[in-house]
């Protein structure tokens, strides 16, 4: 079933990766690498950050690799960097951008701890996410490399002077308002109480600095918290 999939947990000293693709054979061929080669461990896969969301609030994740071939080329997959990048701390790793400085700087600016390229192989690969929970660049070097991660760790110091901390409930609730969804059937969508949903509401807006619904979602959007509907 091409869906988001959950894997059985391994040894402490692996490195725990979740993979997001939304090409169908590419996610099966990564997760199949990826379980085969030594020092990592699949937490789970995904065919898209919205599918991964659970999958990133569940547990702990040491490296997230994003595909951005496919549905995800270009500013379509710079909307899901952004928004992975709010999701989770985790290091990103972005697979399939073209070796040229303007998409590799785009994405630098997103947040990615690492990348590779249609050129690279999976060696290359499996060396960057290695380098990306060292706080490195992967196997590209020089001045070029380091630029990178200065434009990541600045990216990243940004969001969290900008953007208010959110709990992945939170969002959840904020996305389903945006969705136009009475508090009475958020309640009924996410399997909890009226009484809670309108305590998630209040922090929100107090958390936001707005006086209604409408405005809360209005600014997590700004954020780019939510995605595109």
Known sequence: ??????????GPQR???????GVRICLQGLVHLLRAEEGFELTGSAP????????????????????????MAGEHGLDALHRLARITPAPLVVLGIPD?????????????????THE?????LAGTLRAATR????????????????????????RESLVPHLTGRELEV?????????????????????????NHVHNVLEKLGVGRRSEAAAAVR????????
Not at 15 to 21: Q, W
Not at 120 to 124: E, L, N, Q, V
């Open 1 to 10: 079933m091409y869906g988001v999939m959950r894997a059985e947990a391994a």
């Open 15 to 21: 490195i725990r990766v979740v993979v997001i693709s």
């Open 48 to 71: 898209g950050v919205e599918a991964s969301v659970p999958l990133l609030q569940q547990g702990p994740v040491d490296v997230v690799l994003l595909d951005m071939t496919g549905d």
């Open 100 to 116: 040229r400085a303007a998409e590799v700087m785009a994405c630098a600016e997103a947040g990615i701890a690492g990348y590779v």
């Open 120 to 124: 690279d192989s999976f060696a290359d």
């Open 135 to 158: 706080g490195e660049c992967g196997r590209q070097a020089g001045a070029a490399a380091r630029l990178v991660v200065r434009l990541a760790a600045f990216a990243r110091e940004r």
């Open 174 to 198: 904020v996305a389903l308002i945006d969705s136009g969804l009475s508090n009475k059937q958020i309640a009924g969508r996410l399997h909890i109480q009226p009484t809670t949903v309108k």
């Open 222 to 229: 700004r954020h780019q918290l939510l995605s595109p509907r």
